[in-house]
């Protein structure tokens, strides 16, 4: 039982700490001492080119050293997207939550299948053409009163 704690832990730790590199990786690579470093890096690059001959060793410097940049930066714009979606939708969950009369069940809507979203996103393609023939602007709609409203349309073949 012991061990299995100190395992947790430690990957626990390793965790936090990546997570810890990666938000400063992200703060940093997003500011303008990057994009200054990266300048003086490709100028650097550039004057040298007549020292090395603009050799093809010269050329797999800049190749190699974006190309590693590049892979370890789609992590890490990966990573940060992926926050702040989450952030975003987490926000948007609580507004839902707190709007007398919105639909709880939109809540969680990030975890539906591709299937259910289209689903959905047809009763809202209804609600909105409810609303476009209703001549009362203040009054609200569900996504119930949307289905009920219009007919279904043909299922095509």
Same mark, same amino acid.
């Not at 990786?25 to 004057?47: E, I, N, P, Y």
């Not at 609580?94 to 919105?102: M, R, W």
């Not at 203040?138 to 009163?145: A, I, R």
């Given at each position: 039982? !012991? ?12 965790? *936090? ?5 990666? *938000?400063?990786? $992200? %703060? &940093?690579?997003?500011?303008? &001492? ?7 890096? @490709?100028?650097?690059?550039?004057? $040298? ?6 050799? %093809?060793? &010269?050329?797999? @410097?800049?190749?190699?050293? #974006?190309?590693?940049? #590049? +892979?370890?930066?789609? +992590? ?19 507004? @839902? ?17 591709? %299937?259910?979203?289209? $689903?959905?996103?047809?009763?809202? @393609?209804?609600? $909105?053409?409810?609303?476009?023939? %209703?001549?009362?602007?203040? !009054? ?18």
């Amino acid at each position: 039982m !012991k061990n299995t704690m100190e395992s947790d832990k430690r990957k626990g730790g390793f965790r *936090l700490t990546l997570e810890r590199l990666s *938000l400063t990786s $992200t %703060d &940093w690579a997003g500011g303008a &001492w990057a994009f200054a470093v990266a300048c003086a890096f @490709v100028l650097a690059w550039a004057v $040298t080119g007549p020292v090395f001959h603009f050799s %093809d060793t &010269w050329q797999l @410097v800049i190749n190699t050293a #974006t190309s590693i940049v #590049t +892979f370890l930066m789609v +992590f890490l714009i990966q990573r940060a997207q992926n926050k702040e979606s989450k952030a975003v939708q987490l926000k948007l969950n609580e507004i @839902v939550a707190a709007l007398k009369g919105a639909s709880n069940r939109l809540i969680g809507v990030e975890n539906l299948s591709e %299937d259910e979203l289209r $689903t959905l996103h047809e009763h809202y @393609v209804r609600l $909105t053409q409810r609303a476009e023939n %209703d001549t009362d602007i203040h !009054k609200s709609l569900s996504v119930e009163e949307a289905h009920d409203a219009l007919p279904e349309r043909s299922a095509t073949p």
